[in-house]
Structure formats: structure tokens, C-alpha cells
């Protein structure tokens, strides 16, 4: 998927950033919030956004909006072309279907190979006991 065809859909607001900055930290709104619909999202086809909204992510809302702070860099187009990245690995993930889980049975050698060194275990702590204790 390529960002201009999400990019109306894109809600960015710029915002003073905490932590490092100089004399321009207190003056200059430089880090980005960005917001993203991904529940009302008509770009998204269905089992993408079902898949992103199943992921369990800090980022994303109890509605469906996911927000990405980006303050990483000490100018607004480094830091809304880091969360904008962000933005588009994020779904990037959702188009990413995970193949399904087969259950499968430890085999029988296996079983015989638990049991024996347990047996191997438990006669080695046997050994160890002194009886003599009279």
C-alpha cells in the first residue's frame, strides 16, 4: 500500500517535543502526532483492518484510531517522515497473514527417551541416599 492513498485519511498535528532541543524545545512545535482511522478506514479491505485491530498494540485506541508520536529528530519533516514510516509499517504488518498452527504429538521415541532419563534421574538420586544412617 502506498501512503498517498491513505493521506486524506492521515490526521497529523504538530506538538512541542519533551527531552532535548536547546533554546528552541520551549519555542518550536517540532515533534508529530499523527492519526490514523484504522476501523474507518475505507482503504482497508476487511481482513486487513480485522487483522490490525486484533493486534493488541499500545498505539491503538479503544475506537480504532492508531496514534504515533514521533519526536525522535529535532525538525517536523524528520520527525513526520518517522511517524508516516511507522504509520506504514504498521500496516504492513496487517497484510501479513500468519499461517495457521498445526497441533502436533510428541512421538513415541520421544516418550521413551523422557521416561528413560527420568528413570536415569530418579536411580542416580537413589544412589545417592546412604542407608547406614544407624
Do not use: Y
Not at 499523527?34 to 498494540?57: N, Y
Not at 501479513?96 to 532419563?117: G, H
Request: proline letters at 4%; charged letters at 40%; aromatic letters at 4%.
Amino acid at each position: 500500500m502506498r501512503i498517498e492513498k491513505i493521506e486524506p485519511e492521515i490526521e497529523e498535528r504538530f506538538v512541542r517535543a519533551s527531552g532535548a532541543g536547546g533554546q528552541n524545545v520551549n519555542k518550536v512545535a517540532t515533534a508529530v502526532e499523527l492519526r490514523f482511522d484504522v476501523a474507518g478506514s475505507p482503504s482497508l479491505s476487511e481482513p486487513v483492518r480485522a487483522r490490525l485491530l486484533a493486534r493488541r498494540d499500545r498505539r491503538l485506541t479503544d475506537e480504532g484510531v492508531l496514534v504515533i508520536h514521533a519526536q525522535r529528530f529535532r525538525t517536523q519533516d524528520r520527525n513526520r517522515e518517522d511517524a508516516r514510516e511507522r504509520l506504514m509499517q504498521f500496516i504492513a504488518h496487517g497484510f501479513e497473514v500468519q499461517k495457521p498452527r498445526v497441533a502436533t504429538k510428541p512421538t513415541r521415541a520421544s516418550k521413551e527417551r523422557r521416561l528413560d532419563s527420568k528413570k536415569k534421574a530418579g536411580q542416580l538420586k537413589q544412589q545417592r541416599t546412604r542407608r547406614d544412617w544407624d
